[in-house]
Structures are given as structure tokens and as C-alpha cells.
């Protein structure tokens, strides 16, 4: 008899979770012995779309909970546990995902090739965008990036190409909690906690799993996709909920306890602690040796590993911008055939933008344009014109001198090379920064916003996403960027212009934007 496998789907509104559950069956060599358990946390009527086809539904388990009534991610997952039924091994996924053929068989295999009686395997799952569009394949390793400031640490990752994968599955001491294979046995030893919220819950289940005696393996071959995108259909757990912020606030003063960061009293944050402690089997301080962390002190292989001070470092990293932009652009990597800039600024994307800017640059009075990363002006050339004064700013020298040249008969229109991140602009009554910030990480993406106030504007349009959350990138990368998230926290926007999907284009007065 072929062993059985228990696959946990925590879902929050994601009409997508039923195609991953049809994929999963789809491609797996023997779908008979997959078992799939979904916490639904979704609103009645207004979710009916997530309930559409059901696949196998013999098969499928399910808790339906209103989505008022749902506590966060682990919370879900801890829920999940509950409808496991004695299956030889646990999968646990994300709601929005896909799988290679086979993806049971790989699993299986590479965890015999583990070396430790007790293996899981982990790592984050490659990136699709639905319904069939895959990224480059490659064996994707999770790293410690910083801790924040409270002391929580957050992951990154590095993929390698899949012909430099290593002939067996290699130890890590990270987990990525959108893919974890074990033998079941592991729910039933190190059950989920359902305290923690959504931040810190991958090195507190790593640390929980180690000093228990597990053991974590990087997969050595490509097994799932994940949608990393920001999925407009629904808003996610922490816009719904009013309470989530102090959910998530109990969490934070868990997870450091747990991780010896600091020791905590309060029965509030310690609820059910026996059960959701670190294990026996190993230390904490073994854990941090293996792994190279230094909880107390925010360290990892002895550097400190707290958010970085821009400023500090500013002509590396100016000089690092510049050629990473410049590489962008000369080398037309946005690959696209009408503007260098990329596909949102060719003309047919930005129809509805060439009206509504215009006429709200009337509404709030705009005879000064500063423009901060304005690209090759593809669509901004007539706007330009109708201004008393259009202050262009880019980063790449050559593209600079480009736009000099073309403009060269446009008394009104003033291009420079500039970088928005070290340098304040020149005052103008607004700043447009359209598809820039977007391509920056996150501290830079802080200083920028500083720089913007410093510049006396009065007003701010900026790209921003209806998503709540945003991500660490590397410079030149993308992520659908929301300002009003963490950890830039801008109120609503008092203007916006929707620009398709999770995109819009925000009005704020720069005097609203927090210090």
C-alpha cells in the first residue's frame, strides 16, 4: 500500500484555493492517497466565487469559518492539524499555488535522501503569475535578512540554477512555512502555535523543530509555485480585521520569549507556552550555533543584522543605483519595443493616466512639476507642455542627455540626472514619482520619502498598491508597492486614479505624510 499524504491549505478569501486544490490532485502520480485539509475563512456571499469546482471532494476536508472569526495564518494552520487522520506525511502550502508533475513522488524521494531520522524539507516555492505563466526554475535556499525593529527576523532567500543543484538535499536551519514536507509525525511533536500571527512564524517553527530534534533540507529539485503577486479580489486577514495589529502586538512579545530575546511574564503572550515551547532534544544555543544567529544580541555569523543605515553608506550605494538603472536601461531589460521605460509607460497604458493627470494637476493648482524618476517621458512629453515649468529627474546619465537633446526647443522643461533617494529636489508645487519607488527597496524607498518632505512640495502623486503588506527587494527588482502599509504607514490617499489590477496612482499632501 502506497503511503498517504495530509496536505494543509490555510485560505483567507482566495477564490484561487480551489484551482490549487485541483492542481495538486491533477498532478500528483497517485491522487488517491492525498488527503487535502482547507481552513475557508471567508464571508458568506461575497466569497461564493472561492467555492466554485471541487475536485476529489472525498478527498477534501474542510473547516469553513467566518472570515470575522479567523485569527491570522497560524491560527488557521494550527486549526488544519485537527483534520489530520493518521497519513504517513504532512504537507503544508499556501492557498495559491502549483506543482510539477509528480510532486508527490519527488517529495517522498528526497526525503529518504535526508540524512537525519527526523528531516523536513523546506524552502520557498518558485513564482507563477495565473493562470500558467512560470518563472525560471531553481533551488531556492532561505536566509536570515534582519531583524526588525521589534526584534522579530525576517528571511530572504537566494536561488541557484537547477544544473548547480547538489546531488542530495542539503541541511539549512530556515524554514519557508509555504512549503514544508515531513513525515506526519512531525504535527503531532511540534504542533503549530496558534498565538503566533503571521510575523516571526517561520524561525520560531525552525527553532521549535531544531531543539526538537528535526532536522531542515533545502529540496534539491523543483516541486511548487507560488503566486507572489498581490491578489486583488479580496482584501487580505490584516485589512479585515480591526484587531489584528494586537493580535500581532502578543505575538511579537511570544516569539521573544521563545527565542530568548527577552524573558516575559505576562500570561497574556505565554497562553498554552508547554505545549508551543522550544523542544527538549537540543538547545537554543545549539540551535543558534548551527545557525548562526545570535538572537539577544540581533546577530547572524557575528554581524549585527538590524535594518541598515542608508545614510551611512550612501556614495556605495548611489553608485550601486546608478549602475544597476543604467544597466536597465541601456540593455532595454524591461523589454519593451516602444519606450526603454517599460510596458506601464507606453501610450496605450497610460490612456486613462494622460487625462485624469492633467486635469487633477488644474484641480490642485500645479504650475511646477518636479517629475522624480521620469524615464524617457514616452507618455509625459504633452503634459510637460502645458505646464509653466516640468522639472524632469532620472538616475542615468545617458538617458539624461537623451532627453536634453529632445527637448532641447522646450524652454519649460529642465531634465537633470538626480537620484530621488540622497538628493531633495528642487521645490515645486508637486512631485509625481510614477513606477520609481517600486523598483527600490524598502530603506531607500524610507529615505526617498524623507527627501520628498524636505523638498518644500505641496503635494505628492505616487504609484502605490492595494495589497497591505510590502517585501524586501533588491535595487532594479519590483514589488507591487503600498505605501500606506508598513513600513511607510501613509494615510489614504485624497485623490486616486485606478490604474488596472492592484495599481493605483495616489494624491497626498505631502504635510500628511508621517515624520
Known amino acids: 500500500m502506497r503511503p498517504t499524504i495530509f496536505v494543509s491549505i490555510a485560505s483567507y478569501r482566495d477564490p484561487d484555493c480551489q484551482n490549487t486544490v485541483r492542481d495538486l490532485f491533477e498532478k500528483a502520480s497517485h491522487p488517491e492517497r ?3 485539509g482547507v481552513c475557508w475563512q471567508y464571508v ?9 469546482l471541487e475536485t476529489r471532494p472525498e478527498q477534501v476536508r474542510t473547516l469553513r469559518v467566518h472570515a470575522s472569526q479567523s485569527k491570522g495564518a497560524c491560527w488557521a494552520r494550527s486549526q488544519l492539524q485537527s483534520l489530520w487522520r493518521g497519513e504517513d506525511y504532512y504537507l503544508q502550502v499556501d492557498s495559491h499555488m502549483r506543482f510539477v508533475a509528480g510532486w508527490d513522488e519527488v517529495l517522498i524521494r528526497m526525503l529518504a535522501q535526508c540524512a537525519s531520522p527526523k528531516p523536513v524539507l523546506s524552502t520557498y516555492p518558485l513564482a507563477f503569475t495565473p493562470p500558467d505563466t512560470y518563472g525560471a526554475d531553481g533551488v531556492v535556499t532561505i536566509y536570515p535578512k534582519e531583524f526588525d525593529e521589534f526584534g522579530v527576523l525576517a528571511q530572504r532567500s537566494e536561488m541557484a540554477s537547477v544544473k548547480d543543484a547538489p546531488p542530495l538535499p542539503l541541511q539549512n536551519a530556515f524554514i519557508g512555512a509555504g512549503l514544508v514536507f515531513a513525515p506526519a509525525r512531525m504535527i503531532e511533536e511540534v504542533p503549530y502555535d496558534p498565538h503566533v500571527y503571521f510575523e516571526g512564524e517561520e524561525i520560531t517553527l525552525a ?4 531543539t526538537s530534534g528535526w532536522d531542515i533540507f533545502v529540496p534539491n529539485a523543483v516541486v511548487a509555485y507560488h503566486d507572489y503577486g498581490r491578489r486583488p479580489e479580496r482584501p487580505r486577514h490584516w485589512k479585515d480585521q480591526t484587531d489584528w495589529d494586537t493580535l500581532n502586538q502578543h505575538a511579537r512579545k511570544r516569539i521573544r520569549h521563545v527565542l530568548g530575546m527577552e524573558r516575559n511574564a505576562d500570561s497574556a503572550q505565554l497562553v498554552e507556552m508547554a505545549r508551543y515551547d522550544l523542544g527538549a532534544a537540543r538547545s537554543l544555543a545549539e540551535y ?6 545570535d538572537f539577544r544580541a540581533r546577530l547572524y555569523l557575528g554581524t549585527p543584522l538590524t535594518k541598515p543605515d542608508l545614510a551611512a553608506d ?15 536601461w541601456s540593455g532595454n531589460l524591461w523589454n519593451c519595443d516602444e519606450t526603454r521605460s517599460g510596458s506601464g509607460s507606453t501610450l496605450a497604458g497610460t490612456a486613462a493616466l494622460r487625462k485624469w493627470l492633467p486635469e487633477t494637476l488644474d484641480f490642485l493648482g500645479v504650475d511646477i512639476l518636479a517629475d522624480a524618476g521620469c524615464g524617457d517621458m514616452n507618455w509625459s512629453v504633452e503634459l510637460a507642455g502645458a505646464l509653466r515649468l516640468y522639472l524632469g529627474f532620472d538616475i542615468v546619465p545617458e538617458l539624461v542627455t537623451a532627453l536634453r537633446a529632445k ?3 522646450r524652454s519649460n522643461c529642465l531634465v537633470s540626472e538626480l537620484d530621488v533617494v540622497t538628493a ?21 524607498v524610507l529615505m526617498a520619502l524623507k527627501r520628498f518632505r524636505q523638498s518644500g512640495a505641496r503635494h505628492l502623486i505616487a504609484t502605490t498598491h492595494a495589497v497591505g503588506r510590502n517585501h524586501w527587494i533588491r535595487t532594479g527588482g519590483w514589488q507591487a508597492l503600498d505605501l500606506t502599509a ?19 496612482l495616489g494624491v497626498w499632501a505631502l504635510s500628511d505624510l508621517p515624520e
Open 407 to 409: 527637448l532641447r526647443e
Open 44 to 52: 458568506p456571499v461575497e466569497d461564493d466565487d472561492c467555492f466554485v
Open 207 to 210: 527553532a521549535r523543530l531544531w
Open 424 to 444: 531633495t529636489l528642487p521645490r515645486a508645487d508637486a512631485i509625481l514619482c510614477r513606477d520609481c519607488l517600486t523598483h527600490l527597496p524598502l530603506d531607500a
Open 34 to 36: 492525498v488527503f487535502i
Open 288 to 293: 543558534e550555533a548551527f545557525s548562526g544567529l
Open 486 to 504: 508598513a513600513p511607510f504607514h501613509l494615510p489614504a490617499p485624497r485623490l486616486v486614479l485606478d490604474e488596472g489590477g492592484t495599481k493605483r
Open 314 to 328: 550612501q556614495p556605495v550605494q548611489a553608485a550601486a543605483r546608478k549602475a544597476v538603472f543604467t544597466h536597465i
